[in-house]
Structure formats: C-alpha cells, structure tokens
Nanobody, 122 residues
C-alpha cells in the first residue's frame, strides 16, 4: 500500500485544516487507517484511526471533540478534519495503514505516508 498525505499548512490558532491521505496499491489488505503526529523532540503520537469497512472510529485524548476522521472508500482516501487548532497541534502528520483491527500502536501499522507539516501560530 502506498500512502500520500497532503493538506498541511500554516494556520492561526482556532482555525481549521483538512488533511487527506490517498491510498493506492493493495488497499484491500489494509483494515485500519490511522493518523499520527510527531512534534520536534517528541515521540510519535496517535491522533485518530478508522476501519475501511465498518467505519469504526478511535481518537486520541488530545484531539477528541476537535478532530474528525472519515473515509471515502470509492476514492481510497482518508481525511482528518482538524478544527479549533492549537499551537500544541503543530507537528508533522503521518497517515498509516494497518492490516489489523483498530489500534493506536504505531508498530502495528505496516505502511506509512511521507508526512505533511501542520503549523499553528498563536
């Protein structure tokens, strides 16, 4: 599975961005799509995940109520709508695919996109 993330940019605090992750290749083998983020000097953090077939959702505590993950199966694309952004959300955001049930553990994701930078100014 090849993943291409896009949609990052610079936004003021309180603003919104929508990230996209287009999947190609053997997408049928991917059961869960996830978003992670990594800020400089910090560990990779789970943001959200969704299953391709059943649409089960799972969010990290720091983004609940502000971020929404969704998918378009026809386009093989997963989205991350980010609202009420805070400077603490600044990070490189990665999408990833896992061939297991929904999980927040990075090691269980087999394929990763290249990352897209999100910068939130105060």
């Amino acid at each position: 599975v090849q993943l291409q993330a896009s949609g990052g940019g610079l936004v003021q605090a309180g603003g919104s961005l929508r990230l996209s992750c287009a999947a190609s290749g053997r997408t049928f083998s991917s059961y869960t799509m996830g978003w992670f983020r990594q800020a400089p000097g910090k560990e990779r953090e789970f943001v959200a995940a969704i299953t391709w077939t059943t649409g089960i959702l799972y969010y990290g505590d720091s983004v609940k109520g502000r971020f929404t993950i969704s998918r378009d199966n026809a386009k093989n694309t997963v989205y991350l709508q980010m609202n009420s952004l805070k400077p603490g959300d600044t990070a490189v955001y990665y999408c990833a695919a896992a061939g297991v049930v929904i999980t927040q553990t990075p090691d269980q994701y087999d394929n990763w996109g290249q990352g897209t930078q999100v910068t939130v100014s105060s």
